[in-house]
């Protein structure tokens, strides 16, 4: 029998090994779009907010932004203001389009109002495309609202997690104006931004929860 390795607390090589096998395979998060509809406020915000919540995590997550108006242009002056009181960088991003080639090539759309929702799946008119694509808020607050069945079911499985939500959602969740969306802060005060980055905070953080939480 060999001695012990007096280098190694007790059980410590079984502890560990225990602690692995009960976290099981890391969490593989899908590639995520966000659309806003100018891609120079809210989407570049969210990306960089998920981005962090991930990070903070662990985790490792590709999130991408695009909107509905002009490539090449730069962040708002006050995005980028409130994202570097927060210590997040967005000086560097610039505007894209919403194309087709690039809605399928992310396996999670969140968009920031139900209308840019909508146009996103007309967009895209394919049959997986509707489960796909979600408003940011509604999709939180899908996940929030899973029985744990369906959580259990879908653990390890951010997609298929989200795509469960899209499934239970009823079809007016993506029509007219909701609770759901995140308002416009773009030419309004630094204030307003403030509330804004707060909220999308909050949502980046629910969505990275409900999409790993076991």
Known sequence: MMPPDPDRGPGSSAEASDADADAGPP???PAILVVCRGNICRSP???ALVEAEARRRGLEVRASSAGFWVDGEPASGAAVRVMAERGLDISDHRSRVVTPELVRSH???VAVERELARRVVT???EPDTVTRVHTLGGLVAGLEALDDATR???AGDPTARAAAVARRRPTADLLGQGPDEVPD???RSLAVHRRTAERLAA???GLIEGLTRP
Do not use: W
Request: net charge neutral; proline share 5%.
């Open 27 to 29: 969490v593989v998060l």
């Open 45 to 47: 915000m969210t990306v």
């Open 107 to 109: 396996e999670l759309v």
């Open 123 to 125: 967009l895209v008119d």
């Open 152 to 154: 259990r079911r879908t």
């Open 185 to 187: 802060p773009h030419g």
């Open 203 to 205: 949502l980046a953080a």
